[in-house]
Structures are given as structure tokens and as C-alpha cells.
């Protein structure tokens, strides 16, 4: 069963969180992490989803133990540290905000590609598909779930036929990009910390916790099998895509390289699948973060540490005021915003908030030291090595 009551059961929990990840994280990021990895892209996104992991396993334990939504900001509030949940519940909106300009862009993006039309068509795109899903989200859980298990499952079932056709012309040199700055393990890492906010979608069902069935029970089991199934998507996706079409061309393309290697793999037919799986996926994220996110904001008001209007809510309990302050400044960043700079600045926030809540997972003695202090060393490390990429020293 899907959801009883309005509530979140197993399947709309699952497809919340690999709507959250998989939305913009293939399709948005591909082109930047070959840039900076190479021939390892693949690894970027296995480093960056152990490391995502380790995270989801103590984000479970801690809302378990808790009994609460709220995901990082109320681990710190319940354990005292008032002044670092007030900068992380900030962090966190603004870490949203640019993810779902991000998907917006990509979606935007990919529209424009395949049905072709004026410069300014991606743009509008762009802000019609924010504000059709915050409209979405102001109609409840119910109707957000069932628009997310659909996104979901028809978005997973195009990305498998794109990676299993280009697997089936396995041609390893075709990984080697010309234009990729990056060199082995270190390469792979820095391009892991470059996307990482492909992996920030699970953290929102700590959000949608008081709207599941079973919250306790269900969390720890959405949210891992979620984070399982993105790295299996990512890392056959990537193989796939550079099988088709080559690592430079998914370069030189990045905002719409799927669509090409779509093209590449079955003509006029896979350019439209792969449209449309990209259209049900950035979708589907901009629905899931927007949903949780507005949560997040109404729990930080009940808290006093965010503005009033984050808690004004319509008869049926939904936070109108928060959907629609994220949805206003999403557009504004996805007109006005670059790719990379945004994909960057949201990976830079997440992996910071990751690694704290790594480290208060062990101190609570909720988490199991080696997994929780794993997550939190390699989120540090991600953070150290994309600041001097950024600077230019490696």
C-alpha cells in the first residue's frame, strides 16, 4: 500500500527520496563530474554515495531515537547546540533553494532541446515547472506522493534501457575525456564533492517523517534502499551515456547530454524517452524538495529560529508561505543562475551538513562509530579537496 489516510507509506517514501537525488543529479551533473574526473566519473558517484551512505544510516538513527522531523536541525536542537542548529536550519534553506533552481534549469534545459523554439524558452520553462509543482504541493501529501511514485518509477525505467544499451557497446577509452582536468583517486573525489548534492535528496524524508505510516520503522528502510538504488542508476548511467556518445561530447553538452546519448541510442525515439524521463525526473525533484523543504521551514518556526510567515499554514495544515518563498527565489536562481555555480554551491552546503550529522550520531551514541565517523571524514575531505579545485591547485 501506497499511503493510508494521507500518509506516506514504503513506496511514496522510497520515491521521494530517489526523486530528491536522481532529479537533477544525472541529468544536471554528468557533463560537470566527467569534467573534473574523467575516465573515473563513475567512481565519483560511488565515493560520494558511500559517503551519502554512512550519512542516511545516521540520519535514520537519529530521527529514530528522536522521535521527530526535522532532520539536522532538530538533531542539534535536541542535543543543545542551539547556535549551530540556527546557522544549519539557514544553510539548509538556501542549500534547498539552489538545488531546486538547479532541477529547474536542467528541466528547462532539456524541454527547450528537444521541441526547439526562442532563447528565452528555457528560462520559461524553467519557472512554469516550479511554480506548476509548488501549486502541487499546496493541494497536500496525497496528491504530492502519487505525482512523485509516478515521476519515479517511469523516470527509472527509461535511465535502465539508456545504460543497458549503451552497455551492450562496452567501449572503455570512450570514458577518456580531452577536456577532463581531473587525474586518478584525488580527480574522482573532487568530482564526487563537485555533485554531491546529487546525493541530498534522502535527507528529505527526515522532513516527512510525522507524515508516514509507520515513521520508525519505515525511515531507516526508505531512506538506504533509496540511497542503494541512485548509486546502481548513477554508476550505470555514467558508464552507459560515455559508451554512446563519448566523454567529450557529454562535456561539451552537459546541460542536455543525456538527450544526445538518448539520440545515439535509438534515434528520434530515444531523444524523446530521454526528454521525457528528464522532464518526470527534474519534476519529480522540484516537487520532493519543495514539499520537505517547506516542512523543514515550519518546524524551524515552531522553533523561533526562522521568520513567522514560515509557519503559516492552510486549513488542511499544509505551509502555503513556505512553498511559495522557496518557489519565488528557486525561479529567481534558475533564471539568473549558472549550472555549475549553483550545483557547486548546494554540494559545498550539504556535505557540511552531512558531516555534522555524522559526528552528533556518534557523540549521541545512536550510530555506530566506524560507519558515522567514515561519512564524516569523507564529507570533510570532499570539502578540503573542491575548495583548492576551485582555487585551481589540483
Not at 532541477?103 to 528565452?120: Q, R
Not at 496528491?143 to 539508456?162: C, D, H, N, P, Y
Not at 531523444?271 to 521525457?276: D, G, K, S
Not at 514560515?310 to 508561505?321: I, L, M, N, R
Request: proline fraction near 2%; charge should be neutral.
Amino acid at each position: 500500500m501506497t499511503k493510508r489516510g494521507g500518509k506516506l507509506g514504503f513506496n511514496a517514501a522510497w520515491s521521494m527520496a530517489v526523486g530528491g537525488m536522481i532529479g537533477g543529479g544525472i541529468f544536471a551533473t554528468l557533463g560537470v563530474v566527467i569534467a573534473v574526473a574523467g575516465k573515473l566519473a563513475w567512481l565519483s558517484f560511488v565515493i560520494g554515495g558511500l559517503i551519502a551512505l554512512a550519512t542516511g544510516y545516521s540520519y535514520a538513527r537519529l530521527t529514530q531515537d528522536f522521535d521527530c522531523a526535522g532532520g539536522a536541525f532538530a538533531f542539534l536542537r535536541r542535543v543543545g547546540a542551539e547556535r549551530a542548529a540556527r546557522v544549519t536550519v539557514w544553510a539548509l534553506m538556501l542549500g534547498y533553494t539552489l538545488t531546486v533552481s538547479v532541477y529547474a534549469f536542467t528541466f528547462g534545459a532539456y524541454l527547450a532541446h528537444a521541441v526547439g523554439g526562442p532563447s528565452w524558452l528555457p528560462q520559461v520553462a524553467a519557472l512554469l515547472a516550479i511554480f506548476v509543482l509548488a501549486g502541487v504541493n499546496l493541494k497536500g501529501v496525497g496528491e504530492s506522493a502519487t505525482v512523485e511514485i509516478v515521476a519515479v518509477w517511469g523516470k527509472l525505467a527509461i535511465l535502465f534501457g539508456l545504460a543497458f544499451i549503451g552497455l551492450l557497446r562496452w567501449a572503455p577509452e570512450r570514458m577518456a575525456a580531452a577536456d577532463s582536468s581531473g587525474s586518478g583517486i584525488s580527480g574522482a573525489i573532487v568530482g564526487a564533492a563537485t555533485v554531491f548534492m546529487a546525493y541530498e535528496g534522502f535527507q528529505l524524508l527526515a522532513y516527512d517523517y510525522d507524515d508516514m505510516e509507520d515513521g520508525k520503522a519505515l525511515i531507516g528502510k526508505a531512506m538506504l534502499w533509496a540511497i542503494v538504488t541512485t548509486i546502481a542508476i548513477y554508476v550505470l548511467v555514467t558508464l552507459g551515456t560515455a559508451m554512446l556518445v563519448g566523454a567529450d561530447a557529454i562535456i561539451a553538452k552537459k546541460e542536455v547530454a543525456l538527450a544526445d546519448a538518448g539520440r545515439a541510442a535509438a534515434g528520434t525515439a530515444g531523444l524523446i524517452a530521454v526528454t521525457i524521463a528528464a522532464v518526470f525526473s527534474t519534476a519529480s525533484a522540484i516537487n520532493a524538495t519543495i514539499f520537505s523543504t517547506a516542512r523543514l521551514g515550519k518546524e524551524a518556526e515552531a522553533e523561533g529560529e526562522l521568520p513567522a510567515i514560515f509557519g503559516k499554514t492552510d486549513s488542511e495544515g499544509v505551509p502555503w508561505a513556505g512553498v511559495l518563498i522557496v518557489a519565488v527565489v528557486a525561479a529567481v536562481l534558475a533564471v539568473f543562475g549558472g549550472l555549475s555555480q549553483l550545483v557547486q554551491g548546494a554540494s559545498f552546503v550539504f556535505l557540511a551538513v552531512f558531516a555534522v550529522v555524522n559526528v552528533v550520531a556518534v557523540r549521541h551514541g545512536v550510530a555506530h562509530p566506524a560507519i558515522a565517523y567514515t561519512g564524516a571524514l569523507g564529507a570533510v575531505a570532499a570539502i578540503l579537496l573542491l575548495a583548492l579545485h576551485l582555487a585551481g591547485i589540483i
